[in-house]
């Protein structure tokens, strides 16, 4: 088939985002990836990155960054579910569902989760550049 339909619950953390070691260097949390979905992955899609999370209120959600720890990729955040709280370079702001946010490569970012359940799918690529999958 010339399309693929997954439900988002079923779409588990893939490659290197499954392991433990490489969320090491943005975040001490030993469960970050439990409820990552690595949807670039599962898809095969080679155009852009694409990438899910699921917290419960007080979890991060998004692990502190900058475009450079990413390969300089701009991204957008699409509120699914629930709400978050941004530090997006040393501003706040909370983001509800349905909001949408885009940040620059150079933006450091970091979002914690305000409630239970919470849900963020995340888009980025390199601002002038073609995709290139890890």
């Known amino acids: 088939m010339p399309w693929k339909l997954a439900n988002l619950a079923d779409i588990p953390a893939l490659g290197p985002a499954a392991?433990?070691?490489?969320?090491?260097?943005?975040?001490d949390d030993p469960g970050f990836a439990r409820n990552w979905h690595s949807v670039r992955r599962y898809f095969g899609i080679e155009g852009f990155g694409a990438?899910?999370?699921?917290?419960?209120?007080?979890?991060?959600?998004?692990?502190?960054?900058?475009?450079d720890d990413h390969a300089s990729q701009e991204e957008i955040y699409l509120m699914l579910r629930g709400r978050a709280?941004?530090?997006?370079?040393?501003?706040?702001?909370?983001?509800?569902?349905?909001?949408?946010?885009?940040v620059?490569?150079?933006?450091?970012?970091?979002?914690?989760?305000?409630?239970?359940p919470t849900r963020i799918l995340m888009v980025g690529g390199i601002p002038g550049e073609p995709y290139r999958p890890a």
Do not use: I, M, S
């Open 19 to 27: 392991e433990r070691e490489y969320w090491q260097r943005w975040t």
């Open 51 to 67: 990438n899910a999370n699921d917290a419960e209120a007080g979890e991060l959600l998004v692990v502190p960054h900058a475009g």
């Open 85 to 102: 709280r941004f530090l997006c370079g040393g501003e706040e702001l909370e983001l509800a569902e349905g909001d949408v946010l885009y």
């Open 104 to 116: 620059p490569p150079d933006v450091k970012r970091e979002a914690t989760a305000l409630v239970t």
